[in-house]
């Protein structure tokens, strides 16, 4: 694809990055919120965007086993919160 063949930009939007990494927006401005990775606002909407080396540092270092305790945490939660909707009906 052209587009893969292009440099990327210091910043990131959600959409770029969620786009190539194949997750969703709320993970990762979860991952924004508990500290995983640096976010700046931009323009009058006050936008997020994430600086390329922060991104890639993230996947390069000690970060990704950060990543799996962050995600099994995420499963179990969702498979509580699950459990408890089945418990409701």
């Not at 993970?27 to 936008?47: I, M, N, S």
Request: net charge positive; glycine share 4%; charged share 45%.
């Amino acid at each position: 694809m052209e587009e893969d063949k292009k440099e990327l930009p210091e910043l990131l939007s959600i959409k770029h990055i969620c786009e190539r990494l194949d997750i969703h927006p709320n993970t990762l401005r979860k991952w924004e919120k508990k500290g995983l990775v640096e976010c700046y606002r931009v323009g009058a909407r006050r936008d997020r965007r994430f600086l390329k080396e922060d991104i890639m540092r993230m996947f390069r270092r000690d970060y990704e086993q950060d990543f799996r305790i962050q995600q099994a945490e995420w499963r179990r939660e969702q498979a509580l919160e699950a459990q408890e909707r089945r418990r409701g009906f």
